[in-house]
Structure formats: structure tokens, C-alpha cells
């Protein structure tokens, strides 16, 4: 076996939802929380090789330092959350990796022989790349997020208030 294609630890499970608000609460009963709420968000890339633009709602918390994102797919663009959802899919997605040298993991990724499926974003706030890697792996797709001060701060905003959460406040919005 040879080893780790990416660095670090997995940082993120991502969770794609046909019904968001079911999902949460779902999470919520597990005791997972906070949720940090973005709704109605465009996030613009490249699926498949075309352009493509998706309006999501997500929702962000934390069960110790493991990160969980739900993701809801809000209109019907062709997209790697449409496409998981059209094949019947509801739930488990993908594994994430953080990388602070996003050139190199990007690089590493591919030189490991796993095509690009989805990426966007801009070194100005955080890019990110969806890998498909071979059938028999952990996860059917694996996301590398680039660390910024933006997508740190998320993180430890997200992660600091689920320490030690009482219940209270269970879902709260963001930008909005």
C-alpha cells in the first residue's frame, strides 16, 4: 500500500440532502450542533468540464473536531450534488481534506490518477476541488478545500461553538 495520497487528516463529512431542515434535525438529535446556516448561496465552478452554477443551502457543525456539512441543492443545475441526488442518493457523500499548500494537494490528487469533477472558487477567498477517486476507495468523491483566513475563521467559529454546547441556539444563519 502506498501512502496518503492527500495531507493531513479528514477534516469534513459531506451530507447531501433532498430535504434539508429533516437532515438537521436529524443531526441535531444525534447531538451534533450547532448548525451555522447559509442559505440560498451561489457557488459558481467547472462540473464535468462545464460551467456551472448551483444556489445551496448549508448547514456547518462540529462533533469534536470532525466537521459535518449539509448540503442541499436548491435548484436544478446539472452539478456533482444533483448528479448524487438523481442517482437516488440522500446522505453520505465525501470525505475532506484541508490543505494549506492547495497547489501541491491539487497536484498530489491528480498525480494519484483522480480526475477533477467539480472546482472553483478563488485564491482570494478559497478554492476548492472535488476528486472522483477509484471505485473500492472510502469515499466516492473526496473534497480539498484550500485554507484561507476566510475558510480558518469559518472553521474555528464553527468548531468553538460546539464545545461545550448546551442545546441552545440550535441552528443559526449566517449572511442573512
Known amino acids: 500500500m502506498s501512502g496518503p495520497v492527500l495531507p ?24 451534533v450542533g450547532p448548525f451555522y446556516v447559509l442559505r440560498g448561496i451561489t457557488q459558481t465552478g467547472v462540473y464535468r468540464g462545464e460551467p456551472c452554477t448551483v444556489t445551496l443551502t448549508l448547514g456547518l457543525a462540529n462533533s469534536g473536531d470532525l466537521q459535518v456539512e449539509v448540503i442541499h441543492q436548491d435548484n436544478d443545475a446539472p452539478s456533482i450534488y444533483s448528479e448524487f441526488t438523481s442517482a437516488g442518493g440522500d446522505g453520505f457523500h465525501q470525505l475532506a481534506y484541508w490543505a494549506e499548500d492547495f497547489d501541491a494537494a ?18 482570494g477567498t478559497a478554492r476548492y476541488a472535488y476528486f472522483e477517486p477509484p471505485p473500492g476507495t472510502a469515499a466516492t468523491i473526496i473534497e480539498l478545500m484550500e485554507l484561507t483566513p476566510a475558510t480558518v475563521g469559518m472553521g474555528e467559529l464553527v468548531r468553538s461553538a460546539a464545545v461545550d454546547w448546551d442545546g441552545s441556539d440550535p441552528i443559526r444563519t449566517l449572511f442573512g
Open 8 to 31: 493531513g487528516v479528514i477534516r469534513q463529512i459531506g451530507y447531501i440532502v433532498q430535504d434539508f431542515d429533516k437532515a438537521l434535525a436529524e443531526w441535531l438529535a444525534l447531538g
Open 106 to 123: 491539487l497536484a498530489a490528487g491528480q498525480a494519484a490518477g483522480w480526475p477533477v469533477v467539480w472546482s472553483g472558487g478563488d485564491s
